[in-house]
């Protein structure tokens, strides 16, 4: 099923505007990693199988998750895969070797993007993947070879190296075609699709949509649904929220219209309660996502209704609902704890820390942040621990502990750093927009534009335009400040460019009056400037003393042209 997310929200603060929302880093956020068929055996049945099911029948534990982040236990499916590798190099079938080794390939995949962290290089996905291609090269597996590299394909968008994954994918579709494997094509696209999400959002949707037709005519509906949730996701991705609503409230009609123990209309409703978040329609994210975990609790889905509360929670505090917020939180952190995801806590505890700081209860959010934090340090997972020095870092500045509140988002920040990929944005984005704010409360407005030069290079290296425009709209505030006039028409231009291609016509206009203000404030820092140097080489020439207080009142002007109340002024947040 579908690997999405929820928006979790940034630390309110300098330019948060809800951390940037969910639309800007959306290509990253809804990856929709799918199980997708490759159809690898002979066997009739292999085509309606997941990759590692369909080699290494029922040894690899598949991974089912809704929400990222709420995988089923992608550690356990690896170590059985693992496991079942071992005894197939024991048994010195090579056949059994290669398909094995494949399966475990893919569950690495998996392993890799539930955590954000690599394996060991040796037991890298790309690695075992690339392994499993040659093996199969050398016995001349063509069948074989089309499904390691759909394999290798996922494992490079595990990593969110995009590009590879396109060029494995584009390599695995040509192989499967030649072979007039219908079902392995259609598996394939949809994983091509994936890889184009970020950069070309309207060839990912051409994919998805030929991948679910041909799903489709194989009679395939489960897996034609997968594809359609991939295709909704390219839809958000290029910005056609109103399509991708329709086809999302489509997708939840037809799951209630097919029998079943409701499943698969718990998915669509978590899906449609993504959609939602990416029009900001928060209000309505709340029953749609707590019908999606009542759906999932009934079916004993533990994981993905704690997925899903956390998507109700995460929504309620966007709406202003904090109370709200606080009990969903509560519930899906008791489900978690109840299955001893103490990583995945995490996240949810985070949601707690802010319905409390924004409650007004500061002592309280940072008691549970460090309480979360302690766990963290002892665990030893830099996706967890990043999140927890982020959320006791909220909870410190809640508390006006600007100096403790730095270290913790500076730590944050570099946690974020041993990460991969797109988890690695995130985490890093979020840090950054925490520690720009606290260096902002602490009017240290050197440190804050810093923060948000780092903030801007983040998101454009993510692809996440408007996420990039506000943290430009804060680097010219910053450097307004600073007095430094060239810089903020730099970082103006281009968020002023960014705001009006992302649709944000009040920011962009906004960001004129922050131009014309660095336009005014360089012409200015110019004539006195220039009036300096004329008043020294009058003095010079006279030597009259007075010619000197002129020259060095007009140096001064031209370094400081605003007087502190409007710099207090400039910096207020809108």
């Known amino acids: 099923m579908a690997s ?52 290494c029948r ?24 693992e496991a079942h590798f071992e005894k197939s190099r024991a048994s010195g079938d090579q056949k059994a070797q290669s398909a094995a080794l494949l399966a475990y390939a893919d569950a690495a995949a998996a392993q890799e993007e539930a955590n954000s962290v690599s394996l060991n290089p040796d037991d890298s996905a790309v690695r075992l993947a690339r392994e499993a291609f040659n093996q199969l090269q050398d016995s001349g597996d063509w ?51 994936q890889s184009l999400l970020r950069e070309d959002p309207e060839a990912a949707l051409r994919h998805a949509i030929e991948g679910r037709d041909a799903f489709r005519r194989l009679g395939d509906s489960r897996r034609a649904s997968m594809l359609e949730r991939t295709a909704i996701g390219a839809r958000l991705a290029r910005g056609d929220t109103a399509r991708a609503l329709d086809d999302a409230e489509a997708y939840v009609a037809s799951c209630r219209d097919d029998p079943g123990d409701g499943r698969d209309e718990a998915v669509a409703l978590a899906l449609l309660a993504e959609v939602r ?30 997925a899903a509360l956390h998507s109700a929670a995460s929504a309620a505090l966007e709406a202003g609902r904090s109370v709200d917020a606080r009990r969903l939180a509560a519930q899906a952190q008791a489900l978690l704890h109840t299955l001893s995801e103490r990583a995945r806590e995490v996240s949810v505890r985070g949601l707690v820390v802010q319905a409390e700081i924004c409650l007004g209860n500061a002592d309280k959010a940072l008691e549970i942040a460090s309480e979360g934090l302690e766990a963290m340090q002892q665990q030893g997972d830099h996706l967890s621990l990043a999140e927890a020095y ?12 600007h100096d403790e509140a730095r270290k913790s988002a500076m730590a944050a920040r570099n946690s974020s750093e041993r990460l991969l990929g797109s988890r ?16 902002r409360q602490s009017k240290d407005f050197e440190a804050m534009t810093q923060s ?123």
């Not at 396109?166 to 949809?190: C, D, K, V």
């Not at 982020?390 to 502990?401: D, K, V, Y």
Request: hydrophobic letters at 45%; glycine letters at 8%; charged letters at 25%.
């Open 424 to 439: 690695k944005w995130e985490c890093k984005a979020e840090a950054l927009e925490l520690l720009a704010e606290i260096c």
């Open 143 to 193: 069948e074989g070879q089309a499904a390691a590299l759909h394999v290798l394909a996922k494992a490079h968008l595990a990593r969110s190296s995009f590009a590879e994954a396109f060029q494995a994918a584009e390599e695995s579709l040509h192989r499967f075609r030649s072979l007039g494997h219908a079902a392995g094509q259609a598996a394939t696209l949809n994983v091509l699709a």
């Open 4 to 55: 999405t997310t929820s928006p979790r929200p940034s630390p309110r603060g300098l330019d948060a505007e809800g951390g940037g929302g969910y639309g800007e880093s959306q290509p990253q956020r809804m990856k929709l990693r799918l199980r997708v068929p490759s159809g690898v055996e002979d066997a009739p049945e292999a085509a309606a199988d997941d990759l590692p099911e369909a080699m």
């Open 452 to 574: 948000a030069e780092e903030l801007a290079e983040t998101c454009h290296e993510a692809a996440w335009p408007r996420r990039e425009a506000l943290a430009l709209r804060t680097v010219t505030r910053g450097q307004l400040a600073l007095r430094k006039p060239r810089r903020a028409l730099e970082a103006a231009g281009r968020a002023m460019t960014l705001f009006r291609e992302t649709g944000n016509d009040i920011a962009a206009d906004e960001m004129k009056l922050l131009f014309a203000r660095a336009t005014e404030l360089r012409n200015s820092m110019r004539d006195a400037a220039r009036n300096a140097r004329q008043a020294w080489l009058l003095f010079r020439e006279r030597g009259d003393p007075s010619l000197l207080f002129e020259a060095a009142k007009n140096c001064h002007d031209a370094h400081h042209m605003f007087d502190d109340e409007n710099v207090l002024i400039l910096e207020k947040v809108k």
């Open 58 to 81: 029922g040894s690899c534990g598949l991974f089912d998750g809704v929400l990222f982040g709420f995988h089923l236990d992608a550690d356990e499916a690896l170590q059985q895969a």
């Open 277 to 306: 978040s990416a029009r900001r329609e928060f209000h309505l994210v709340v029953p749609i996502a707590e019908g999606a975990a009542e759906i999932f609790g009934s079916c004993g889905d533990t994981r993905n209704e704690a």
């Open 390 to 401: 982020r959320h006791t870092a909220a909870a410190q500045l809640a508390g006006n502990m």
